[in-house]
């Protein structure tokens, strides 16, 4: 990609150098006309243009040897006394392609050179514009495409600057809301898991029957989980196809999976379902099942409810316990400092979708997660 994007910058260049110098020898003609005392234009006059603007071919693969041709022969130009004309416009070209193209060191360096080559004319000839009086003249010719090479450089790099902090802002979003989905997965299949694998151990000893069923759910539970890991790890694989997003309807899945770890889990459905944007699906998917991990982790009871409210312009998630009443965000079970952590992840998603999370202690003892999604009206 790289090669033929410099082919094509070189044919463009080309293409340039052409039409300059078709317009180089016919208005360098014109120029001699009006500028009485200069010497008439001749076959050197044309070599010298045709090497000036010929030269820029080549002024993006080598803008320091295009500058110091193209000053030469300009340089020389003068100095043979030919009438300012188009042959300057190639000077332009070339200062500005060195300011544009080179590190600002390198290009200033080049830029002095260039000044002072074309300085050599300013001493050498006679005329009103030459002397001291000539120089202030001579340097507006190399310092004013610099400068405009200079200010467009910048504007570039800002630019690309820009472009890069913006990707690399996207891959952080992406990669937290990546580890937030394998948190929210992972967390909530180890919870079951491990629940099961204590009645598992419970009952192994005297009724070891009874004892396959966790065994068999701690299966279930795993398969289930690594599925869902899948898919969620797949977002990261270019050109991988995403698996269904979880949404509420995946409920009567979690609430059975649940069952099986030995928490029981009523649903509530308030107002008529109706299909929800798939941001909002899984939010509130993922808020009930964080909410219903820490019941299994922390609550100590057996139930808990689940109520779905479905309202003219916002979604409901409830979850509440009859537990111990203890704030989820204030427990660290493994005493490694990771508590907090599916708080501030539900916070975070209902907070990015514009709602509001309520969480805390019930009146009446235990605990209760409320989430509020606004929703477009339905039509």
Same mark, same amino acid.
């Given at each position: ?12 260049d ?7 110098l078709?317009?180089g ?9 009006n ?10 006059c044309?070599v ?14 080598a ?7 193209v000053?030469?022969?300009t340089?020389?130009y003068l ?8 042959v300057l ?5 070339a200062?500005?392609t ?8 390198a ?6 050179c260039?000044?002072?080559g ?13 002397g ?14 610099f ?7 910048a ?21 937290l ?5 394998v948190?929210?997965?992972?967390g909530?299949?180890l ?48 050109g991988?196809e995403r ?13 059975e ?11 509530? $459905? #308030?107002?008529?379902?109706r =299909?929800?944007p +798939?941001?909002?699906? *899984? %939010?509130?998917? &993922?808020?009930?099942?964080? !909410?219903?991990t820490?019941?299994l982790?922390h609550?100590?009871?057996?139930s ?11 979604l409901?998630?409830?979850v ?9 965000? $204030? #427990?660290?079970?493994?005493? =490694?400092?990771? +508590?907090?952590?599916? *708080? %501030?992840?539900? &916070?975070?998603?209902?907070? !990015?979708l514009?709602?509001?999370?309520d ?5 009446g ?15």
């Amino acid at each position: 990609m790289r090669l033929i994007g410099r082919r094509q910058e070189t044919a463009i260049d080309a293409v340039l150098a052409l039409v300059l110098l078709g317009f180089g020898l016919l208005a360098t003609g014109l120029a001699g006309d009006n500028q009485p005392g200069t010497r008439p234009v001749d076959a050197v006059c044309r070599v010298l243009i045709a090497l000036a603007v010929l030269a820029l071919v080549g002024r993006r693969l080598a803008p320091a040897a295009t500058l110091g041709v193209v000053t030469v022969a300009t340089s020389t130009y003068l100095v043979l006394g030919y009438p300012y004309g188009p042959v300057l416009l190639a000077f332009l070209i070339a200062v500005y392609t060195v300011a544009v193209r080179l590190p600002v060191r390198a290009a200033a360096v080049a830029g002095g050179c260039a000044f002072a080559g074309l300085l050599v004319h300013v001493f050498w000839s006679r005329g009103p514009a030459t002397g001291w009086e000539g120089v202030l003249p001579a340097s507006a010719w190399v310092v004013v495409p610099f400068a405009a090479g200079v200010a467009v450089r910048a504007n570039r790099e800002t630019l690309t600057r820009g472009r890069a902090e913006q990707a690399r802002r996207q891959a952080d979003e992406e990669r937290l809301r990546i580890a937030q989905e394998v948190h929210d997965v992972v967390g909530h299949g180890l919870a079951a898991i491990s629940m099961q694998a204590d009645i598992a151990l419970h009952l192994l000893p005297k009724r070891p029957e009874q004892a396959e069923t966790a065994l068999t759910a701690i299966s279930r539970t795993s398969r289930e989980a690594l599925d869902e890991l899948r898919v969620t790890l797949g977002a990261v694989r270019r050109g991988a196809e995403r698996g269904p997003v979880p949404g509420l309807a995946r409920l009567p899945a979690l609430r059975e999976r649940l069952a099986g770890a030995g928490l029981a889990v009523e649903l509530r $459905t #308030v107002g008529a379902p109706r =299909d929800l944007p +798939a941001a909002v699906d *899984l %939010a509130a998917y &993922r808020v009930v099942q964080e !909410a219903l991990t820490n019941v299994l982790r922390h609550a100590g009871v057996a139930s808990a409810e689940v109520t779905v409210g479905y309202r003219a312009d916002e979604l409901t998630v409830e979850v509440a316990d009859h537990g111990v009443g203890t704030t989820f965000d $204030t #427990v660290d079970p493994a005493g =490694d400092g990771t +508590a907090g952590h599916g *708080l %501030a992840g539900m &916070r975070e998603r209902v907070a !990015a979708l514009g709602g509001l999370l309520d969480v805390g202690p019930r009146p009446g003892g235990g605990f209760r997660v409320h989430a509020r999604l606004p929703v477009e009206p339905a039509a």
